[in-house]
Nanobody, 121 residues
Framework: QVQLMESGGGLVQAGGSLRLSCAAS????????MGWYRQAPGKQRELVAV???????NYADSVKGRFTISRDYAKNTRALQMNSLKAEDTAVYYC???????????????WGQGTQVTVSS
């Protein structure tokens, strides 16, 4: 079993900042990529930011220049620093990881339970 534990999130005024953190634990051998998706009410889940094990990053156009993803305190952790938050950033943010549980099995996708981010205008 692989678990993704999220922390952070909450309520903030527009223009403010929040930091999300996610840690992967359990039977995970290695991680290819790890980051966040988000889902606002009535909308599809969308990529926010992902950081690969090789150091490549991928950001949604809507968050470029405002959000920064990085490794947190260990290699299987990620932090998302969110600055200059806007009302349209309001959503449930889900930690995501793609990784291997052993040498043989193909990679699989894992999801956290989600954390609410609410930006008041």
């Amino acid at each position: 079993q692989v678990q993704l534990m999220e922390s952070g999130g909450g309520l903030v005024q527009a223009g403010g900042s929040l930091r999300l953190s996610c840690a992967a634990s359990g039977s995970i051998f290695s991680i290819n990529a790890m980051g966040w998706y988000r889902q606002a009410p009535g909308k599809q889940r969308e990529l926010v930011a992902v950081l690969t094990s090789g150091g490549s990053t991928n950001y949604a156009d809507s968050v470029k220049g405002r959000f920064t993803i990085s490794r947190d305190y260990a290699k299987n952790t990620r932090a998302l620093q969110m600055n200059s938050l806007k009302a349209e950033d309001t959503a449930v943010y889900y930690c995501y990881a793609r990784g291997y549980i052993d040498y043989v099995s193909p990679p699989d996708d894992y999801w956290g339970q989600g954390t609410q981010v609410t930006v008041s205008s």
